[in-house]
């Protein structure tokens, strides 16, 4: 199965640390990875409002470039899964967005034919290459490690298309197979705030809090995330729950970084250095650092 | 022009009906008419005001005398309006009713065509089809088939209990037969009943008994209905009467038995108290259990499963000799004539709704189970004692748990605004703690239920109107700290809510009982989408269904309340009871048979019959219809390679003439 | 070919549970529809023999519709998917035979359905207006006559 690879804004700048560790995780699967040609921005979560035919034909130009590269189509980011499927769905349910959104292709010499399929990372790990074969591939089991799996919202609303809506359970899967220990995580798809950390803050800091609080209290070592903002949002604004709500100090790492740390991949390859809150202490003190 | 069999000349009379203004209208009925009298074999045509008064009735009677017809043709409504009508008719004047065409010039003609030149020529080329048609039929009788006055109900809840008291009080012969080791239903378990809170049991168990004692009743729990074979007026039931392993005429309920049972203490979760209580492997269902008899569970017995129990039991019992662990299941055969089936519902499975967090938290409940816990004789003697140990200070009511939801079930299921009310009551009244109903609308139609409701508004209940969206264990606020929180939206005021409580209550709907699919293609009768068995018309015909001599009472047709559920139980003994009254059912004639010397013994048809009405005679190599199981569907004969099967009134000749008789207009 | 005045014909066998109710439903309802349809009534659609169908072309029908219960609503269980069986490969046959898909065509109405009846023949009626009369009896004399002029000449 090839794949094309659609990093996204997030993945090229703060969000790097996913790129870093996704990729290698999957050539050490064995995967065939490329990144997409001459990709361009998907309009994230705000273009939509603004204009629904532009956002349609700027996530279009994704779909069309991916439809002519062949294979599936991988989005990491959470915000650009969830746009390039929601524009999916629109290209097909509204024929006169279509057909003004084809139109725009047309112009620059692509089409859009409604073949190619969005996959998120979790649902080509579980389902294409499956648990087994990724923890008979695991050299440094995350053994003792606690992980509170945070899904976020876009991953499974609207559309749930391979894990459950209400209690996703792909990332358990994973983490379980590559022996972290699981704790249970009821907020697992509950929102972190989203852009309103920035526009809202007392409401953005305080959903952030709800979380941090929640895993700390279900015995969490560290958060595991797969979107770039949940990760923001859950990482860089600590300091400002521990000084409006109580001390918090939990790491907050993508899936693809404690994969990676399990498949014995090189710990400086994975970005770990990364967080603002760090997890090295915590991988030291379960003895799972490596070089 | 004589009939198809070359029987004597063809006398028809043709009758076109202005039905006032109606037909003529639109049609020209005097040129229908006029045209019918140039029509081969018609001897006389008329056109008249309203054919199915008394004097147009009288009109065709006269004739059939004075012209000696022996056909007729009736141009007006639609045959589902009159057909009986004119059939009736012909018959009091001398003519045999299958020998009366009906053409629908109303309903599929005047009504519906805008020129009236089209109507017009459609209502001629409809009257010269069915004058084609006419000479092919014959005579023909329905057949009468004797009641069997016995009658089987199946379901020993309210529902059942009633309609077998009624008909038992009629003088008639009732099976009862229930799968549970008692009967009583779900109102069994309940507490107390909305509006007027009398006590559930007090008010059930009487009933029981009297079925127990009634001589008229026989009455089988453990027991399934595995074959069914027949048709209206002479069914043929077969009954698994499952094994005890304890004889029913012997025990008499002293309970010695389970006393002295090797289990010191009971350890299996018990049923009727939906788990929350526990039960030894010998046990009575509940104290008023009917009949009182003991019944073992093979599942954890201990001589059941090693053989090699002490069998303290049986040392307890005897004198009476009243425990046979050899018993075995016993099929019987039984003949009846009818059927009510009032087999009950399932409650839905919060499972299916797990934002609710029913099995996740230990501290949320069914309806049902609260029943069981405000019940004195309940699992903890009507203190509220959750799972936890603890007595709850708060609760919150959860309306609409798998109703009216179009993820789960869409349909209201009826009772649980009422019963949330009561379990609210009944809450608040043994352990004083705040009360919040969590609902969408406050749905209490009936006699008395809407003061119910005001008086657990002056009670202090709290009423949150929104849906609930979940209940947490993610506190956010010191308050919450050891509660379940429900997130609710309250409409109303306008914002979202957190009320954190010890105890969630989900208020369940009602769904079809799990196997409702299979115990009605055992009789024959349909489902509708939702699970429910299928009454033959939702407003005029609520109980009975389209097999003739089925009927269904009471929450397997439909959630309702238990006064409805009576109603429905005595409509449906009501109903049976006619059928037994009138002593014979008529069958319609349209039925199928087969020309045993044109078969081929292909078997083509045998497989086809829904009603297994077709079987094959080996010997003779040649298929057989029962016409009396036969319905009349024209499937067989359509499939027929030889073209042996004819059926009456719909015979290939007929329909053919009938086509023809449309099309051709010369 | 079709003169000025000429209206397509089409027979409708319609199954008494389901489609004759609605088409009765229509009428009370006072739906107007076209006038070229005759119906023939039946017990069920599994009633339908195929010979019906090649029958009314044979008379001079333009066209041919079957009205059923929709599946699992049939009153007697299953005999309208019987028909829906035999109506399939029928259709086949038909079309193989020169005869348009659109003469021939199989409809699932419910008692309750009447506003479906008059979309349905309405429907119908243009479809075979469009395409013309199938005028079978007329083609099947001058084929009648074509074999008896051979005949003629071989001996």
Not at chain 1, 98 to 109: D, I, M, P, T
Not at chain 2, 88 to 94: I, L, M, Q, S
Not at chain 2, 180 to 190: D, H
Not at chain 3, 15 to 27: R, S
Request: hydrophobic share 40%.
């Amino acid at each position: 199965m090839k794949y094309s690879y659609f990093p996204g804004c997030s993945l090229k700048g703060t969000g790097r640390a996913y790129e870093e560790s996704l990729l290698p995780v999957f050539k050490a699967l064995g995967v065939d990875m490329t990144e997409l040609d001459d990709w361009n921005c998907c309009g994230a979560t705000a273009y939509m409002s603004v204009d629904e035919v532009k956002a349609a034909a700027l996530a279009g130009r994704n779909l069309a470039l991916a439809e002519k590269a062949g294979g599936d189509l991988m989005a990491p980011c959470a915000a650009c899964y969830l746009v390039l499927m929601k524009t999916q769905k629109r290209l097909e349910e509204y024929p006169a967005v279509r057909g003004e959104v084809g139109h725009a292709l047309g112009q620059v010499g692509l089409s859009y034919e409604g073949k190619v399929k969005v996959r998120h990372p979790l649902d080509i790990l579980v389902n294409d290459i499956g648990v087994e074969v990724i923890s008979k591939k695991v050299v440094k089991p995350l053994k003792g490690l606690k992980v509170a799996p945070y899904y976020g919202c876009q991953i499974v609303r609207p559309y749930a298309t391979f894990d459950n809506q209400e209690n996703p359970q792909t990332m358990d899967k994973l983490l379980r197979a590559v022996g972290a220990e699981v704790v249970d995580y009821p907020m697992k798809t509950k929102c972190c705030g989203g852009s309103l950390t920035g526009t809202l803050p007392e409401v953005g800091v305080s959903l952030v809090h709800g979380l941090l609080r929640e895993a700390s209290r279900r015995g969490a070592d560290v958060i595991s995330t797969v979107c770039p903002l949940c990760q923001f949002n859950l990482d860089c604004f600590q300091d400002r729950v521990s000084s409006n709500y109580e001390k918090s100090a939990m790491p907050v790492v993508y899936i693809t970084q404690l994969l990676g740390l399990a498949l014995g991949l090189p710990m400086k390859e994975l970005g770990l250095h990364r967080g603002v809150v760090s997890v090295e202490p915590i991988l030291a003190q379960r003895e799972l650092l490596h070089v | 022009m004589s009939d198809a069999k070359g029987n004597g000349a063809m006398r028809i009379g043709v009758y076109v009906c202005h039905c006032g203004t109606n037909i003529a209208g639109k049609v020209d009925v005097a040129e229908v008419a006029k045209y019918a009298g140039t029509l081969p074999g018609v001897v006389l045509s008329r056109d008249y005001k309203y054919m199915c008064s008394d004097p147009g009735q009288e009109l065709i009677k006269k004739d059939i005398a004075e012209q000696k017809l022996n056909r007729i043709v009736i141009a007006s409504c639609s045959p589902l309006l009159h057909e009986h009508t004119f059939r009736g008719a012909a018959e009091k004047g001398g003519l045999n009713p299958y020998l009366v065409q009906m053409v629908n010039i109303r309903e599929q003609d005047a009504w519906v065509t805008e020129d009236r030149g089209a109507a017009t020529t459609k209502a001629k080329d409809l009257v010269r089809a069915a004058v084609r048609r006419l000479p092919f039929h014959q005579p023909l009788e329905k057949k009468h088939v004797p009641v069997n006055p016995a009658v089987l109900v199946v379901g020993g809840g309210i529902a059942g209990i009633h309609s077998a008291l009624t008909l038992a009080a009629a003088g008639k012969k009732v099976y009862l037969v229930e799968r549970e080791p008692t009967i009583g239903g779900k109102m069994a378990q309940f507490d107390k009943t909305f509006p007027t809170l009398d006590c559930a049991a007090c008010i059930l168990t009487p009933k029981m008994s009297a079925v127990r004692s009634h001589p008229n009743i026989t009455l089988w729990t453990m027991s399934d209905v595995v074959k069914v074979d027949g048709f209206v007026g002479d069914y043929k039931v077969t009954v698994n009467r499952r094994a005890r392993y304890v004889k029913e005429e012997l025990c008499v309920g002293c309970s010695e038995c389970i006393a002295a049972c090797v289990y010191k203490d009971a350890k299996f979760p018990d049923e009727f108290n939906m788990g929350l209580g526990k039960r030894k492997p010998i046990y009575l269902p509940f104290p008023q259990s009917t009949p009182l008899v003991a019944v073992i569970d093979p599942a954890t017995c201990i001589e059941f499963k090693t053989g090699k129990c002490k069998k303290t039991c049986v040392e307890a019992c005897a004198d009476r000799k009243a425990i046979d662990f050899q018993m075995k299941d016993e099929m019987k055969e039984i003949a009846v004539g009818t059927v009510i089936l009032s087999t009950g519902f399932k409650p839905f499975d919060p499972k299916n709704t797990p934002n609710f967090g029913y099995g996740k938290f230990k501290n949320v409940y069914t309806a049902l189970e609260v029943e069981r816990l405000v019940n004195a004789s309940g699992p903890t003697g009507g203190e509220v004692i959750m799972r936890d140990g603890k007595e709850p200070k708060s609760v919150g009511i959860i309306h609409c748990v798998g109703s009216r939801d179009e993820k789960t079930n869409r349909w209201c299921s009826r009772v649980c605004c009422m019963y949330s009310l009561k379990l609210a009551h009944l809450l608040k009244e043994h352990t004083g703690a705040e009360i919040y109903n969590f609902y969408i609308d406050m749905r209490t139609p009936g006699k008395a239920y809407d003061e119910f409701y005001g008086k657990l508004l002056d009670e202090g209940v709290h009423f949150i109107r929104g849906k609930v969206a979940e209940v947490t264990d993610c506190t956010l606020r010191p308050d919450e700290e050891g509660k379940l929180v429900i997130r609710a939206e309250d409409t109303l005021a306008g914002f979202v809510r957190r009320i954190p409580v010890d105890m969630v209550v989900l208020a369940t709907g009602l769904e079809g009982q799990a196997d409702a699919q299979d115990v009605r293609r055992l009789f024959n009768i349909s489902c509708s989408a939702e699970g429910f068995f299928l009454e033959r018309h939702p407003k005029l015909a609520p109980v009975s269904t389209f097999t003739d001599g089925v009927f269904i009472a009471g929450a397997c047709q439909g959630p309702k309340d238990i006064p409805d559920t009576v109603a429905q139980a005595g409509a449906a003994a009501a109903e049976v009871l006619a059928l037994i009254d009138a002593g014979h059912v008529e069958l319609e004639p349209n039925t199928a048979s087969i020309i045993e010397e044109e078969c081929s013994g292909c078997k083509s048809c045998v497989a086809l019959c829904s009603y297994n009405a077709i079987s094959f005679i080996a010997d003779k190599k040649k298929a057989w219809i029962n016409e009396v199981l036969c319905k009349g569907c024209g499937t067989c004969v359509a499939a027929c390679p030889s073209g042996s099967i004819r059926q009456n009134l719909f015979e290939d000749a007929e329909i053919f003439s009938e086509i023809e008789g449309v099309l051709s207009r010369g | 070919m079709a003169d000025a005045n000429w209206e397509p014909r089409i027979v409708a066998i319609f199954c008494n549970w389901c489609t004759y109710t609605a088409a009765d439903m229509a009428g009370v309802s006072r739906m107007k529809y076209a006038a070229n349809m005759r119906i023939v009534r039946v017990m069920c659609s599994g009633r339908f023999d195929p010979q019906f169908a090649l029958d009314a072309f044979a008379q001079g029908a333009d066209g041919v519709l079957i009205g059923g219960c929709h599946p699992g609503d049939c009153h007697y269980s299953e005999g309208n998917y019987k028909a829906l069986r035999r109506i399939r490969m029928l259709k086949r046959m038909l079309v193989d035979m020169g005869i348009a898909p659109d003469r021939f065509r199989l409809e699932w109405i419910s008692a309750s359905e009447g506003d479906k009846v008059k979309l349905v023949m309405n429907d119908m009626v243009a479809k075979v207006r469009a395409l013309g009369p199938l005028s079978l009896p007329e083609k099947l004399k001058e084929f009648d006559v074509e074999v008896a002029l051979e005949q003629a000449s071989v001996r």
